[in-house]
């Protein structure tokens, strides 16, 4: 999978969410399990970044280096930060974006990262004068070779489709939180398949407990002998998507690499993407 600008991005991230003092672990037993794409986001409440960081210098004692993983972060706005902001969080926004990517990189032992993400814009109408400046000052880190990808999470179509329309740099990645009774969040994967943008969808599993219960889904795990995570997946890897992981379970980090071993048939693909419609 490649974004609109040739930067080669992995097919499945371990997210890093809620995982708290087991972070370290936990990105350790991912990346031995074959994981090499970790999410995070400097936003104290949900995320321990310096957790991720952490793993970061024992999996390089072990040989995996830098270079061998692809590294995810966010910029969280005062708003998400819930009291506890990384950064000053009277200064500027430009100057808050600068010192929480500054802190992301202390955090992570690194120099660059990956992808440098918008947790999610100001407001849920449209963007704001807040969103442009954010977007401005991650389009610089962009531009200063800090981060090798740009983009924008929590978005709505509408938003996404004025930021492609007026930003200097368009988002090469977007990450949604993806549920079946839109169509697998339809509207916003049909613009970023119009604009060549990679589109991540997290709670692929915690956002479609009816998907997995359902017998027809069911069906499909046993004609390709895996279990109905598996099918989910693989159904999000087909229509295009790089599906988000957040298991904490060894076994299931196996299982949910494993979905690219087998092949859903169209009618299947059809059967899970229009299930909760
Ligand atoms: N941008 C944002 O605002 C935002 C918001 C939320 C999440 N995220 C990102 O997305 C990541 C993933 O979040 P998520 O909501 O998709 O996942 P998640 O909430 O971490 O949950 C995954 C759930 O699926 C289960 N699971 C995973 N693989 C399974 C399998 N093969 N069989 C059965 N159960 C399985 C896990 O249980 P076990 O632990 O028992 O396997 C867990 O309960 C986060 O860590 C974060 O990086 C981003």
Partial sequence: MKTYDGVELPSFLYGTAWKKDATKDLVIQAVDAGFTAIDTANQ??????????D??????KKGVTRDKLFLQTKFTSVGGQRG???YDAN???TAQVQQSFESSLKHLHTDRVDSYVLHGPY??????????EVWAAIEELHRAKKTRII???NVSAHQLAELCAKAKTKPMVVQNRCYAVTGWDHEVRAI???HRIVYQGFSLLTANPEVLGDPRCHAIAKRVGAGPAQVVFRFAQQVGMLPLTGTTNPQHMKDDLASDRFTL?????ETVGSMLL
Avoid: F, K, Q
């Fill in 265 to 269: 048939t169209p009618e299947e693909l």
């Fill in 44 to 53: 104290l409440v949900h995320y321990s970044e310096a957790g991720v960081g």
């Fill in 55 to 60: 793993a970061l210098l024992t999996l390089a």
């Fill in 123 to 132: 407001y849920r109408g449209g963007l704001g004068p807040e969103d442009w």
């Fill in 84 to 86: 506890n902001t990384p």
């Fill in 91 to 93: 200064a500027s926004i």
């Fill in 151 to 153: 983009g924008i999470s």
């Fill in 192 to 194: 970023c398949a119009e």
